[in-house]
């Protein structure tokens, strides 16, 4: 069974330009999530999908930041314009539920660098 | 947010057990999950624990809770370099929430 795949593995941007990140998540997972993981951290919930809808974004930073998933299944992670701080590992994981048990699986990541 | 809080480091020897710590907040936490992430890569799910539970047994791994002290920890059995990683605890708060501790460095000396 293929993993959650992600891409670009890694992206050099000045600041100010937009930036994408795509995410497919394991076939027959219904939640999506898109962590930030700056270095030395843990991840931090950026959103969360239940299929198609959005259903935490709290913590998505809306100026610049938006996500969409089409049809319950691919993502895609924007960001516009790219700051200075942004430069980070984006995460994404999907998740099946088994009775009460979420069981995460994560993506390698996109390593970004704005400069 | 939840606070989930790690030691930083811990270092032992190939052959050795390593015991990593955690501490959380919530005690309406169900679910307690351990991670570990190679450089370079995701985080890999090793093994969880449903919190009316206080000791879960996975082949070398030993998860041991104190829910009275929200205390969690993770025992690796027989330490081998390739155990070398950061690992993060994670609590699953309310509906499919988790929060992530910053990671031990776990460094296994030959």
């Known amino acids: 069974e293929a993993g959650v795949v992600q891409s670009p593995r890694y992206k050099i941007i000045e600041k100010k330009q937009p930036v994408a990140f795509w995410c497919n998540p394991i076939?027959?997972?219904?939640?999506l999530y898109w962590y930030l993981q700056n270095l030395g951290q843990g991840p931090e919930l950026l959103i969360r999908?239940?299929?198609?809808?959005?259903?935490?974004d709290s913590q998505l930073p809306k100026d610049r930041f938006s996500a969409e998933r089409l049809k319950g299944v691919d993502s895609t992670l924007k960001i516009q314009p790219a700051e200075l701080g942004d430069s980070a590992v984006y995460l994404c994981?999907?998740?099946?539920?088994?009775?009460?048990?979420?069981?995460?699986?994560f993506g390698p990541g996109t390593r970004l660098t704005v400069t | 947010g939840e606070d989930v809080e790690q030691s930083l480091f811990l270092s032992v020897r190939e052959g050795d057990s390593s015991v990593i710590n955690c501490t959380y907040t919530?005690?309406?936490?169900?679910?307690l999950y351990w991670y570990k992430q190679e450089p370079g890569a995701g985080l890999q799910l090793l093994t969880y624990?449903?919190?009316?539970?206080d000791m879960k047994q996975d082949q070398r791994l030993t998860v041991l809770l104190n829910k009275k002290d929200k205390h969690l920890s993770l025992r690796i059995a027989d330490t081998q370099t390739g155990d070398s990683a950061i690992y993060f605890c994670?609590?699953?708060?309310?509906?499919?929430?988790?929060?992530f501790g910053s990671g031990t460095k776990l460094n296994v000396k030959p």
């Open positions: 994670a609590e699953r708060s309310g509906f499919n929430k988790f929060y």
């Open positions: 994981a999907s998740s099946l539920r088994t009775g009460e048990v979420y069981e995460q699986y």
């Open positions: 624990i449903f919190s009316n539970m």
């Open positions: 919530d005690s309406s936490s169900t679910y």
């Open positions: 999908y239940e299929n198609e809808e959005a259903v935490d």
């Open positions: 076939s027959g997972h219904n939640t």
